[in-house]
């Protein structure tokens, strides 16, 4: 049988001219050679340790090109690969190492110290250091071991990485997934995506994300692309680098970041064929005035740490539009349902449950059975925790508000974003969506706070364009008569800015505990 390594399924699509090249920084060239190379010498590094099967490789490193490697690596030796934010401080990784005790920790060389105390108590045999020009001790350790490395053969099911969610509330969760998982879901954006080897990626995403990571490197390696590889979004080298590729993919502030600079233009942006836009929702506007402004349709897709990607809006024309608002189709492969509070499908334009199921879902959640049993259905669906709808917008009459084909799915919130007032349900992205729309806003967050009478009351917190002002008053006034009076916020904060974590998500958590007294 074929190996179902992951990287040695990847490596069948790499460049066949080996020492073109594979990742472009501002500094240097790494072709794909060089791919091969440093990753077997990782590779040997980790074999040498004698580490049990299946032990963790943590990595909390700034991105490089070697940090890529390293995943490579852990992967070619049949290691578990867990990648850690880096704005993560000292309380949060202590949480991440005694859970998932991993046998080896790489970290930035400024955090060594107390990582290795840290390391050393949870039962870490080796740390390592990783900087961001790729110098510290992983590379002095493995500069003498051999450049061939064979790449060990594993099962589909075996365990390639672990990501850990990005835990805006609760307890974080480790999502284990496999060989299968990853390469499934590489294998269907590689051909829906349209991806060649004539590729560019302009790659500013961090990697220790399902975006960065496995959407987009999987993407630009299974291709045999070359990736611009930049450490984080940056307007001057995006603006610099842009006109010489064909693929960006960023969460929705990139967008935003791109068009508040004049310089970027339509001619800039002449040579890409493909913007993707997740992990948080793109608002219409944005989508709007980056097709005005460039000539291009921002594709927008939805997926998750446990899942790698479930639906993208399509990329060929032929199949439909792009749908602002809307994540788009389940991807070949993929079956994704939206269901009542029993579990059962509903049609469009109801508002219900997302629950999926392919060979893309993960196994369940590191050492928390019970908690993976809770999420999933006895015939094997995910809940994944979001609240969605197919089809188009209906007002509460049942009314058409926006026709949109049945088939393409909205993500209208989370499901622990739902808010219960005096018994009555209401899912947040409904309220955005309206207050979005009136003059004068950029966009909403819409959240619950504790209430007396009501268990809990409806507040929105708005984003004002610069220089407008837009009054609470008119706003309930205007919902009104658009909405169900128990869906009329009590209160509007007007501010600046909403606070969003690395991944552009707002963070309902903050503005709970900020407005907790507004109830
Ligand atoms: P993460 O595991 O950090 O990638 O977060 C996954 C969550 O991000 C999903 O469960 C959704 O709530 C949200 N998400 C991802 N993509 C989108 C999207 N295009 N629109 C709305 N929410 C999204």
Not at 157 to 164: G, Q
């Amino acid at each position: 049988m074929a190996n179902a390594n992951l990287y040695a399924l990847l490596q069948a699509g790499f460049a066949a001219d080996r020492d073109s090249t594979a990742i472009e920084t501002p500094a240097r060239h790494y072709s794909w050679n060089d791919i091969e190379r440093i990753s077997a010498c990782y590779a040997n590094l980790l074999e040498s340790l004698r580490l049990p099967a299946g032990a963790r490789v943590a990595v909390q490193v700034e991105k490089s090109p070697e940090a890529l490697m390293l995943y490579l690596a852990t992967l070619r030796a049949g290691f578990v690969y867990l990648p850690l934010n880096t704005a993560y401080r000292e309380a949060e990784i202590e949480y991440f190492l005694r859970d998932a005790e991993p046998s080896v920790v790489v970290c930035s060389p400024a955090n060594l110290s107390w990582v290795s105390e840290l390391a050393g108590r949870c039962g870490a045999s080796q740390v390592y250091t990783l900087d961001e020009h790729g110098a510290g001790t992983l590379d002095e350790a493995s500069a003498d071991e051999d450049e061939r490395f064979e790449t060990v053969a594993s099962q589909p099911d075996d365990l390639a990485a672990i990501l850990y969610t990005s835990g805006t509330t609760g307890r974080s969760k480790g999502a284990m997934l496999s060989h299968r998982n990853l390469y499934s879901n590489a294998q269907v954006l590689n051909s829906y995506w349209g991806w060649t080897g004539d590729d560019v990626l302009l790659h500013m995403l961090p990697i220790f994300h399902v975006h960065g990571l496995f959407v987009g490197a999987h993407g630009a390696l299974l291709a045999g692309a070359r990736m611009i590889w930049l450490p984080k979004l940056d307007i001057e080298q995006a603006l610099h680098y842009l006109p010489r590729c064909t693929v960006m993919m960023g969460v929705p502030t990139y967008y935003v970041r791109l068009l508040a600079e004049p310089r970027f233009t339509r001619e800039l942006c002449a040579g890409m064929r493909l913007f993707v836009s997740g992990s948080a929702p793109l608002l219409a506007d944005t989508f709007n005035a980056f097709r005005e402004r460039t000539g291009h349709t921002i594709l927008e897709r939805y997926g998750m740490s446990e899942t790698v990607m479930l639906t993208s809006n399509p990329y060929d024309e032929s199949e439909g539009p792009r749908i602002a608002g809307t994540v788009g189709r389940p991807l070949p492969g993929v079956q994704v349902r939206v269901v009542n509070d029993d579990d059962i499908p509903l049609g469009p334009g109801l508002i219900g449950k997302v629950q999926v199921r392919g060979p893309n879902v993960f196994s369940g959640y590191w050492r928390m059975p019970e908690k993976t049993r809770e999420e999933f259905t006895a015939d094997g669906w995910f809940r994944t925790g979001d609240v969605g709808r197919w089809g188009s917008i209906l007002d509460d009459d049942g009314q058409v508000i926006q026709a949109i084909p049945d088939h393409y799915l909205s993500i209208v919130g989370r499901s622990k974003d739902l808010i219960i007032t005096g018994g009555f349900n209401v899912y947040p992205k409904e309220i955005e969506s309206f207050i979005d729309e009136l003059p004068g806003v950029v966009e909403s967050a819409v959240i619950g706070v504790p209430h007396a009478d009501f268990g809990e009351a409806v507040v929105a917190v708005v984003v004002a364009e610069p220089g407008r002002t837009v009054d609470p008053q008119a706003v309930q006034a205007s919902l009104k008569r658009q909405i169900a009076n128990f869906k009329v916020p009590k209160h509007i904060v007007v501010v600046d800015q909403l606070p969003r974590n690395t991944m552009g998500k707002v963070q309902k958590n903050v503005l709970r505990e900020t407005y907790a007294s507004l109830g």
